[in-house]
Structures are given as C-alpha cells and as structure tokens.
C-alpha cells in the first residue's frame, strides 16, 4: 500500500510541476508586456488553448467561492461588486 501510495504522490508531483512549467511558456497564461497587456500573439499554438481555458475556469471558481465563504453578511458591495471588479 505505501508503494502506491508513493507513486500516486508522485504522480500527482509530477502533473501539478508540468502544469506550472507548461502554465510559464503558454502566452495565454503569462503576461506580454505588450500594450494593454495583450497576448503574444505570433507565440500561441493551438495546445495552448484547452490550459488556458481550464485555468480560467479555475481562476473564476476561486473568484466565486471566495465571494461565497466571505463570513461578512452579503451586501450589494460585497456580492455584486465583488464579483464585477475580480
């Protein structure tokens, strides 16, 4: 059982590193220094996509459940307005 275990670990290591690496050479996902910020362009493949997708998903349900754990009673400012200038 420890040896499976180990390699799950490992596993999970391993993805959670690609993810980061590939997440530092997507020009969907890193900033271009360009006017308005705006992606390179000339830089993006069409397997730069589908991460860029998910981790925008991500990133929104971050967004929303940190709106929805807020142990503040919910007012317009702190639901609404929140979620407007994530």
């Known amino acids: 059982m ?12 391993a993805v959670a590193l690609f993810a980061c690496n590939n997440k530092m050479e997507n020009p969907l996902l890193t900033p271009s220094g360009n006017r308005f910020n ?4 000339d830089k993006i493949k ?3 996509y589908l991460p860029a997708l998910r981790e925008g998903i991500a990133e929104g349900r971050r967004e929303i459940e940190a709106i929805a754990n807020n142990p503040d ?7 609404i307005v929140a979620r407007e200038t994530l």
């Open 38 to 41: 705006a992606p390179a362009f």
């Open 2 to 13: 420890r040896i499976v275990t180990r390699l799950s670990t490992a596993l999970v290591c």
């Open 73 to 79: 009673a919910p007012t317009f400012e702190n639901t």
């Open 46 to 48: 069409t397997e730069h």
